[in-house]
Nanobody, 127 residues
Framework: QVQLVESGGGLVQAGGSRRLSCAAS????????MGWFRQAPGKEREFVAA????????YTADSVKGRFTISRDNAKNTVSLQMNSLKPEDTAVYYC????????????????????WGQGTQVTVDS
């Protein structure tokens, strides 16, 4: 089992940057593909980015491609989301999630296939 705790959310000006972190506790972190999802008020949960268990493959949603970067450090049991050029439409609660998956990250985009979730961290982008 894996416990996930996100941090790094807050208020940021449009065009600014923010780095979210997710700390995992439990066993076998490098057995899990990791993903970031977000949910804005009144909207469905949305895939943001995923990274394979080794970090060898990543995949980001078209809406954030070129602005957001996912990375992981298996030695520290952490996964991060670097967010640049933030826009007001990026405002949401951001969730870190984990699933046992050994394939390419581009096929790890469905939120209902993730087994473990953090509590979420709010990111608000002020125009």
């Amino acid at each position: 089992q894996v416990q996930l705790v996100e941090s790094g959310g807050g208020l940021v000006q449009a065009g600014g940057s923010r780095r979210l972190s997710c700390a995992a506790s439990g066993h076998g972190f490098n057995s899990y593909a990791m993903g970031w999802f977000r949910q804005a008020p009144g909207k469905e949960r949305e895939f943001v980015a995923a990274i394979s268990r080794s970090g060898g493959s990543t995949y980001t949603a078209d809406s954030v491609k070129g602005r957001f970067t996912i990375s992981r450090d298996n030695a520290k049991n952490t996964v991060s989301l670097q967010m640049n050029s933030l826009k007001p439409e990026d405002t949401a609660v951001y969730y870190c999630a984990a699933r046992k998956y050994w394939g390419n990250a581009r096929y790890a985009t469905s939120w209902n296939e993730y087994e473990y979730w953090g509590q979420g961290t709010q990111v608000t982008v002020d125009s």
